[in-house]
């Protein structure tokens, strides 16, 4: 199983697209949070019961920019949301891999390190940008720079996931340019992690 990590505007989406259309299958653990945060499913149901209904619209979803807000305000409250959601999502992550037994699978996510999903893998690529150029990114694509800051700043397990990382993709140029990398040394990676899944 392949790891694809890296912070919020990094490009791990890209990066993924072009494995799923190589055939791989690909646990997106952003969509799955989203898909278990909806009014009654399991995370909806672990948030209101460790942090109240304060966080709830008035029709009862799951209020998730008041909780991000929340949640990067301060570390211990990332600390708080991280204990409920994780473990939910680890569960997730194992379901997929027993409906999946003989295909290779991606698991898309920066909370790999802290997730405890390493020793799920047999290989880590980790996708690099200049912090400056993922707020560029993700002001463009969906926040405002204070909350673009407050999510780059809450990503403190980034240089842990870094470190256990087998291969660094640096990825500073257009969407493009990452699709070519990636296909370029696609070849050289599903080689190796044929060769990690024999050993």
């Known amino acids: 199983m392949l790891g694809v990590g ?4 990094a ?8 494995l799923g259309r190589r055939g791989w299958s690909v646990l997106d653990l952003d969509g799955e949070a989203r898909r278990l945060c909806r009014k009654g ?12 209904p304060s966080f709830l619209e008035s029709n009862g979803n799951l209020d998730r920019k008041k909780m991000g807000w929340f949640a990067f305000k301060r ?4 600390l708080s949301l991280n204990r409920v959601t994780h473990s939910l999502l680890f569960r997730e992550a194992r379901k997929h891999i027993a409906r999946t037994q003989g295909k290779g699978i991606v698991i898309d996510g920066a909370i790999l390190y802290e997730g405890g999903f390493l020793p799920l893998l047999d290989m880590l690529i980790f996708v690099e940008v200049d912090p400056r150029e993922r707020m560029k990114r993700m002001c463009k694509k969906c926040c405002t720079e204070r909350e673009a800051q407050r999510r780059v700043n809450g990503q403190i397990f ?7 990382s087998d291969i660094v993709l640096q990825n500073q140029g257009t ?6 990398i990636t296909e370029n040394i696609l070849d050289i990676i599903e080689k190796r992690f044929l060769l990690s899944r024999a050993e």
């Open 158 to 164: 980034l240089p842990s996931l870094r470190r256990h």
């Open 75 to 78: 570390r211990k409250n990332l």
């Open 175 to 180: 969407r493009e340019e990452l699709k070519g």
């Open 6 to 9: 890296g912070g919020a505007g």
């Open 11 to 18: 490009g791990k989406t890209t990066l993924v697209a072009v």
């Open 41 to 52: 499913e399991d995370m909806w149901k672990a948030l209101v019961r460790e942090f109240g």
